[in-house]
């Protein structure tokens, strides 16, 4: 298997209004379904908030297809560091934001995918980029062109 | 519909990185189509709870409610 190029870090809210095929938000939908062209790291937070939104049975085909494919999807279980936590809130995220940032930058994440605008907003200008998920399509055209 | 061995034999006629790139697509696809099923999964059981049709407004909420639990329990103040 080729490992694809990108790595990237999609927040729980693309993979909930992606696999619900949200109609407000129909470039989640659109984003998975080029899970493959670029590689995926899903950390402990967005792992624990999607074992709350799926039930078991749902996770447990969740976590069969993760490793089933490796090679373009990861799960990452070390926990975010209590003071980068903390940094993140100083700059103005809401805790579980703040978590969500402190792995993306312990990931080496360059890239998050995330339909929240807060998050969206509060850490403009830092080393982790944060897109929409519509953002983030038009960057993998752009790439694989 | 070509059988297994007329395929296997179509797919050893292309050069390695064709072949690399028939595998990585396969790969790709199963993906999409295992994902494709847990998300009819998902809807159907939402469908079932009368939640699929929920507004974005009450969804957000629910993620940003599930998002704060998780991180007060972990990272209390």
Known sequence: MTIPPERWLLDTNVWVFGLRRDKAFPACAQLLDRVGSFSVVIPLQVLKELNLALTEDEMRDFYRLINQNSEFIELSWQPATIERVKFYEELGCRKGDAVIAAHAEALGIGFLVSENRQFLQTLKGLPVEIVTAGEAQIRLATTLS | ?77
């Open chain 2, 1 to 77: 519909m070509q059988s297994i061995d007329d395929l296997a034999n179509v797919i050893t006629e292309l050069e390695p990185s064709e072949q690399q790139a028939l595998l990585d697509k396969v790969a790709q696809l199963n993906f999409q189509k295992g994902l494709h099923e847990l998300a009819e999964k998902f809807r159907a059981r939402l469908a079932r709870e009368g939640l699929l049709n929920a507004p974005s407004e009450q969804v957000w909420a629910e993620l940003h409610r599930i998002r704060q639990q998780i991180a007060e329990h972990d990272y209390p103040a």
